[in-house]
Structure formats: C-alpha cells, structure tokens
C-alpha cells in the first residue's frame, strides 16, 4: 500500500518522500478558492525539503519558534530539558507535523534533533498567521489541522501511557507506530524503527534492558519480528489483541 503512494528523489542517498497528499501540513500549504478563483497564498512560501543530516538538531527548546515543519522524508526525535537532565518525549515520521502546538506560543517548549537523513517542509509561522487572519478558508483549514493534530498526540498519549504493564507498553509503542506510519502513506505492518534502544526506554520510562528483553519476549510470542532497525508485524489484528485497543 505504501509503497504506491511514494515518490522517490534524485539525490544520492535516494529518500523516499511521503505523498503531499497525506502531509499533514497539506491542507494549509495547497490553493484555496476565494470568489470564485484559485489562489496559491502559501503554497509559494513553503521551503520544500529542507535538508539536515543525522543527529543534526532542528530547533532548539527556548528558541523563537519562527517555523512550522512537516517532515518529507526520515524521522526525528523530541527532547525535553528537565531539572539539568535531558529526555526524549516522542518521536515524529514522514507525513507528520513538528511543533504545530508552536503556533500559540513564542518559543519551542523542546528540542527536536534528526534520528536519520532528513527533509523537511518549512512555513514561516508569522506568515502563516497573517494569510490565516485575512483568508477564512486558510483560517479554516489551520484550526483543523491543529485540532487534528491535538487529536493524534491525544490517542497517542492515552496507548502509550495508560496503566498497563511494560510488556503492553512496548506493544502499544510498536502499535502507535504502525497506525502512524498507515496515516503517512506507508504500511502498517513493515516499517524501521530509527530511533535508539535508550531512546525509546527513554521515552517510555523503562530501562534500556527492559526494552530489549520485551523486544525478545513479543517476538517469541509472534507478534512482531525485529531484524535490525526492520519491524514486521505478521497479525495486526492480533497485535492490537494483545494490546487491548483496535486502531487500524
């Protein structure tokens, strides 16, 4: 299913781009019709495929918060200073949108830094605003991108980090990439995990042998299979099962 809604580049390391159409920053960036006519108000003022390298950091937590970004192709990770201590609070793939919670607020509240070659879609979110306060069409389309967006980190919120045991925590967090990487355009069931061990104990409040040990555990029990940074998960239906909540 992906695999037909991805456009391959030109360059050398050959990224696979996600389809404009399931970007979530799509609706805001495409023409509207105002009066009777097409007009491409912020579609021209988008840096298209804006690229960093692996490890490379985006923004940093109390920076101006001066852009929006849709990742085109890779994946980053979000990190929180707490207290002198640094901590990954999630993780974002192609399709998804950065920091659109930035748009109410004057700076980053954290860090975003890629886990891999990546590119990114650029808005100017001054911009953004100003086109959003005279166009209600745009005006329209940003709220619901926004309410959206508030919706998938909400769902996300309540697999990740309800009152389940670890072994459900790990499935809930393979789970939770599936249906994310279904929404972008790609497959549910074959997919890379970019981020680190540490990362995702990290983000899941485990420790890095607790992850690993989990990893073997559902993988002994057939629902996923790990080769390397590759998923594969043979019964979605029997994963979500396992984890208790059907969202695919």
């Known amino acids: 299913m992906a695999n037909s809604c991805l456009r391959t580049g030109?360059?050398?390391?050959?990224?696979?781009?996600?389809?404009?159409?399931?970007?979530?920053?799509?609706?805001?960036?495409?023409p509207v019709n105002v009066g009777g006519h097409t007009y491409d108000f912020t579609g021209k003022m988008?840096?298209?495929?804006?690229?960093?390298?692996k490890g490379e950091v985006i923004f940093q937590q109390g920076e101006q918060a001066a852009l929006i970004y849709a990742i085109s192709a890779g994946s980053l990770k979000l990190i929180t200073e707490v207290k002198g201590s640094s901590r990954v609070i999630d993780f974002r793939?192609?399709?998804?949108?950065?920091?659109?919670?930035?748009?109410?607020?004057?700076?980053?509240?954290?860090?975003?830094?890629?886990?891999?070659?990546?590119?990114?879609?650029?808005?100017?979110?001054?911009t953004l605003n100003d086109?959003?306060?005279?166009?209600?069409?745009?005006?329209?389309?940003?709220?619901?991108?926004?309410?959206?967006?508030?919706?998938?980190?909400?769902?996300?919120?309540?697999?990740?980090?309800?009152?389940?045991?670890?072994?459900?925590?790990?499935?809930?967090?393979?789970?939770?990439?599936?249906?994310?990487?279904?929404?972008?355009?790609?497959?549910?069931?074959?997919?890379?995990?970019?981020?680190?061990?540490?990362?995702?104990?990290d983000f899941l409040g485990l420790s890095k042998e607790t992850v690993i040990r989990l990893f073997k555990k559902l993988q002994e029990n057939h629902l996923i299979q790990i080769d390397g940074k590759k998923v594969h998960i043979p019964d979605i239906n029997n994963l979500q099962y396992f984890v208790g909540i059907e969202l695919i």
């Not at 390391?13 to 495409?30: H, N």
């Not at 988008?46 to 390298?53: D, P």
Request: charged letters at 25%.
């Open 10 to 30: 030109s360059k050398k390391e050959d990224p696979k781009y996600v389809d404009c159409d399931v970007c979530r920053l799509s609706p805001i960036c495409s």
């Open 46 to 53: 988008v840096n298209r495929r804006h690229y960093f390298k």
């Open 93 to 126: 793939i192609p399709g998804e949108l950065v920091d659109i919670c930035s748009l109410n607020e004057g700076i980053y509240n954290y860090s975003a830094q890629a886990l891999e070659d990546i590119y990114l879609c650029e808005i100017g979110k001054e």
């Open 131 to 201: 086109i959003a306060s005279q166009i209600p069409e745009v005006q329209g389309r940003l709220m619901k991108v926004v309410s959206q967006e508030l919706t998938n980190i909400q769902t996300s919120s309540m697999l990740l980090h309800g009152n389940v045991s670890s072994e459900e925590k790990i499935a809930a967090f393979i789970l939770n990439l599936a249906w994310r990487y279904l929404n972008s355009g790609y497959s549910s069931t074959d997919f890379k995990l970019n981020m680190t061990r540490n990362d995702i104990a």
